[in-house]
């Protein structure tokens, strides 16, 4: 396994249901995180994680819940959704969380989630 | 807050035609610019990233972007593009004033090189 890798690739669920997206990175970075892709709207930033803790959450509804047991795995666990989360799922990770030079987020190749 | 506009959606052209993607940001202060490509069917992937210096960026694939500070603009442009170049383009900003590694994305352009 190289890079980033998240399963499960397609997921289908209902309102009520409670499913989790799971990310793994085989890279040895200490950040990791999640985004959302919508149709027809810019990649936006969910969650960040550096050294298993938490440093962003970028206004998310609860009923995403992120979780993070070490730096190589990141979980999002879903709960009563609604059909306007449907979306692309993505999960990156980098060697920190920090802005500099050559801290480049690598993307895994996302989780296309529809919400029934 | 920081925002990135993309101004083609959608591009269509042919082999060894020139290429220009447009990308302008909002934000005042020391930003960091990426381009990230996603070809069909594969991962986002880095193409090239401006951080300091020389403001003509060089990437992979023959692509290269110019930071204009005055225009808030980071372009992408390739000199001849070849089919294999089909692929979505996001232009992306870290403001780095901003606490940590926090990437804004623009919308992206489709891009599709017609054999």
């Known amino acids: 396994e190289t890079g980033v890798t998240q399963t499960p690739r397609h997921l289908v669920m209902g309102m009520t249901n409670k499913k989790s997206l799971k990310c793994e990175q085989h890279l040895g970075h200490n950040a990791m995180y999640w985004y959302k892709q919508s149709a027809k709207k810019p990649l936006e930033l969910m969650f960040v994680?550096?050294?298993?803790?938490?440093?962003e959450n970028n206004s998310v509804p609860s009923r995403f819940s992120p979780e993070c047991p070490n730096s190589s795995h990141l979980f999002l666990h879903l709960h009563t959704l609604q059909p306007e989360d449907s979306a692309l799922y993505l999960c990156?990770?980098?060697?920190?969380?920090?802005?500099?030079?050559?801290?480049?987020?690598?993307f895994g190749p996302g989780t296309r989630l529809t919400v029934l | 807050a920081q925002s990135v506009s993309q101004h083609n959606h959608h591009v269509i052209l042919s082999e060894a035609a020139s290429l220009e993607l447009g990308c302008n940001y909002s934000?005042?202060?020391?930003?960091?610019l990426f381009w990230y490509v996603q070809y069909p069917g594969q991962h986002l992937q880095l193409l090239l990233k401006?951080?300091?210096?020389?403001?003509l960026v060089k990437g992979i694939k023959g692509f290269e972007a110019e930071f204009i500070k005055s225009k808030f603009s980071f372009n992408l442009r390739k000199p001849s593009v070849q089919w294999s170049d089909t692929a979505e383009y996001f232009c992306?900003?870290?403001?780095?004033?901003?606490?940590?590694?926090?990437?804004?994305f623009g919308g992206g352009t489709r891009v599709l090189v017609k054999p």
């Open positions: 990156a990770s980098s060697q920190s969380s920090g802005g500099t030079a050559n801290n480049e987020q690598f």
């Open positions: 992306a900003v870290n403001a780095q004033a901003a606490a940590g590694n926090k990437l804004t």
């Open positions: 934000y005042g202060g020391t930003v960091n």
């Open positions: 401006y951080f300091s210096g020389d403001p």
């Open positions: 994680y550096n050294f298993k803790e938490q440093t």
